[in-house]
C-alpha cells in the first residue's frame, strides 16, 4: 500500500504543459510590475519597492531557467507541477508581505494556485497547497509592510474589514477549491467512461464490417468453386468408378460442396447482420441474447406479457415494430441483458409492450435487485465500491460491478432515442412485508422515433415519416 501511495505522488501525470504554466507566470509577472509601476509611481504609494522587484527579477531568473529545463518535456508529473504552484504560491505572499498583506487588492490572487492544483493534482498535493493558502492569508492578515499613501498616512482597513476579508478568502479557497475538485473528479469520471463506450460501440462497428467483408467474399469465390465443382463432376461422369483416381475427384467433389454451403451461411449472415438492415425488435432481442444462451440461465421471452418463442409470432402480430440493426441499440440491448444474466439466479424475463404510440422493453431478473439506496445513482459510471452491498442487511456483502456496463447501456440507447428506467419488483409476503425478488429495467421509446416502415415486400424500407429527429 506505502509503494503504491508513493507511486502515486512521485510518477502520477497532471497533463499540464510545461510551457502553459511558464507563460502564465511571464504574464502574472508582467501584470505585477505593471501594477507596482503604477502604484509607485503615478499613484506616489510608498512601500518597500525593492524587495517586491528583487522578487520579480528572481520569478525572472527561475522562469528563464524552467524554459531551458522543461523545454524537451511534453508534460509535468504531478510532483514537478505541486512545485510549479508552490512556488508561485510562495512568489504572491512574498509580493503581499512587502506591499500591504491581505489588504492589498490584490491579495485574492493567492488562491489561484490552490484552484489550480484541485483541477489538475491528485488530492495530497491539493491538501498540502490549500493549508499553505491558508496559513498565508492568516499570517499576512497580521504581519506585512504597510503601504503609505503620498500625504504620509498609512493605509490600513479598519481591524473589522480585514477579519472578514481575511475569512472571506479563507472560506473562498476551501469551497472554491472543492468545487473545482468535484467538477473535475466527476469530468474525469465522464470522459473515462466515454471511452470505454466508444471502444465497445467501435467494437461492434468492426463486427459489423467484418461480416460485410464476408458476405463480399463469398461472392467473389462463388464463381471459381463453381468452375471447380463442374469440371470435376464432368471428370466422374468420364471416369470408371474402379479407376484409382476416381475415389480422389470424388473428395474434391465433396468438399468444393461443403466450400459453397459453407460460403453460403457466411454470405447470407453477413447481409443479415448488417446494421443498415431491418429487422423486427422481437427478433433483435432475441438475437441480442444469444451470446449468453449457452450459460446456465434461463432466458424467456413475452410479447405483450404472452410468452413466445423466436418462431411464435404469427404474421398478425405486426404491432412489433422494424428497427435498423444499429450498433448502439444492438451492444446497448446486450450490456443490459449480461447484466440481467450476471446477477440473476435462474431465470431472466424479457418483455416487449408495444402500443401504437410508445415501445417498452422490460429485462426483469429474479436475482437480490438493485441496492435500494442508489438507485437513483445507477446508470453512472465508476461507482464507488462502498455504495454496492447486498440488499440483504445482515450482511451488507459487497456486490459487483462498478456501474459501467449500465451506463454503456444507457449512453447507447439514448443515442436511439431511449430513456432507460431502474428498479426492482417487489413481492408482497403474507406477514405484509415486502420483499425484493429482482431487478428490473425498462427501455422505453417512442414508436415513431426508432420505427422503420415497410411498404410492401420487395420495396425499400423507408423511415417512419413521424420521425422527425
Known amino acids: 500500500m506505502i509503494n503504491l501511495f508513493k507511486k502515486q505522488i512521485y510518477l502520477s501525470e497532471s497533463w499540464i504543459k510545461p510551457r502553459t504554466l511558464i ?62 504552484l508552490v512556488f508561485d504560491l510562495t512568489q504572491i505572499s512574498l509580493l503581499l508581505f512587502f506591499s500591504g498583506g491581505i489588504s492589498n487588492p490584490f491579495s485574492i490572487l493567492i488562491i489561484v494556485p490552490t484552484i489550480v492544483s484541485a483541477s489538475s493534482l491528485p488530492i495530497i498535493y491539493l491538501i498540502i497547497l490549500g493549508v499553505m493558502t491558508l496559513m498565508s492569508i492568516s499570517f499576512l492578515s497580521v504581519k506585512y509592510f504597510p503601504i503609505i499613501d503620498s500625504s504620509g498616512d498609512i493605509l490600513k482597513s479598519p481591524e473589522i474589514l480585514l477579519f472578514g476579508f481575511s475569512a472571506s478568502l479563507i472560506i ?22 466515454l471511452q470505454a463506450t466508444q471502444v465497445a460501440l467501435e467494437r461492434e462497428r468492426k463486427l459489423t464490417a467484418l461480416t460485410g467483408v464476408v458476405a463480399a467474399l463469398g461472392h467473389e469465390l462463388g464463381s471459381p468453386l463453381a468452375t471447380i465443382k463442374l469440371a470435376s463432376s464432368e471428370l466422374l461422369s468420364e471416369i470408371n468408378s474402379d479407376s484409382p483416381i476416381y475415389q480422389d475427384i470424388r473428395l474434391i467433389y465433396d468438399q468444393i460442396e461443403r466450400c459453397k454451403a459453407i460460403i453460403s451461411d457466411m454470405g447470407s ?100 435487485g438493485f441496492p435500494h439506496d442508489i438507485t ?8 464507488k ?19 459501467l456496463g449500465l451506463f454503456i447501456a444507457n449512453i447507447l440507447l439514448e443515442k436511439t432515442n431511449g430513456k432507460l428506467k ?11 412485508k415486502k420483499q425484493i425478488k429482482g431487478a428490473k429495467v425498462e427501455i422505453l421509446w417512442k414508436r415513431s422515433s426508432i420505427e422503420v416502415l415497410q411498404l410492401d415486400q420487395g420495396e425499400k424500407v423507408k423511415e417512419n415519416p413521424r420521425n422527425v429527429s
Open 23 to 84: 507563460n502564465l507566470r511571464w504574464l502574472a509577472i508582467a501584470g505585477q510590475v505593471i501594477a507596482i509601476a503604477v502604484t509607485n509611481f503615478i499613484l506616489n504609494f510608498n512601500f518597500n519597492v525593492q524587495a517586491c522587484f528583487i522578487i520579480l527579477f528572481l520569478s525572472c531568473v527561475i522562469n528563464l531557467t524552467s524554459s531551458v529545463y522543461f523545454r524537451t518535456e511534453k508534460r509535468l508529473s504531478a510532483l514537478k507541477t505541486f512545485v510549479f
Open 172 to 193: 473562498t479557497v476551501t469551497f472554491l477549491g472543492s468545487y473545482v475538485r468535484r467538477i473535475f473528479l466527476d469530468n474525469s469520471k465522464m470522459n473515462r467512461a
Open 269 to 368: 449472415l453477413g447481409k443479415d447482420d448488417q446494421y443498415v438492415k431491418t429487422i423486427d425488435l422481437f427478433t433483435l432481442l432475441f438475437e441480442a441474447s444469444q451470446p449468453y444462451k449457452n450459460l446456465d440461465k434461463e432466458i424467456t421471452f413475452r410479447l405483450n406479457g404472452v410468452r413466445k418463442g423466436r418462431k411464435g409470432i404469427s404474421i398478425k402480430e405486426k404491432m412489433i415494430p422494424l428497427v435498423r440493426r444499429e450498433p448502439e441499440l444492438i451492444h446497448g440491448l446486450r450490456n443490459i441483458i449480461h447484466n440481467a444474466i450476471k446477477f440473476a439466479k435462474t431465470t431472466v424475463d424479457i418483455n416487449l409492450i408495444c402500443d401504437p404510440r410508445e415501445l417498452n422493453v422490460e429485462i426483469v431478473d429474479d436475482g437480490k
Open 376 to 383: 437513483k445513482m445507477i446508470g453512472e459510471p465508476f461507482l
Open 385 to 403: 465500491k462502498s455504495e454496492f452491498f447486498s440488499t440483504d442487511e445482515k450482511t451488507k456483502a459487497p456486490a459487483e460491478g462498478m456501474g
Open 422 to 432: 431502474f428498479s426492482n419488483v417487489n413481492h408482497i409476503e403474507d406477514n405484509g
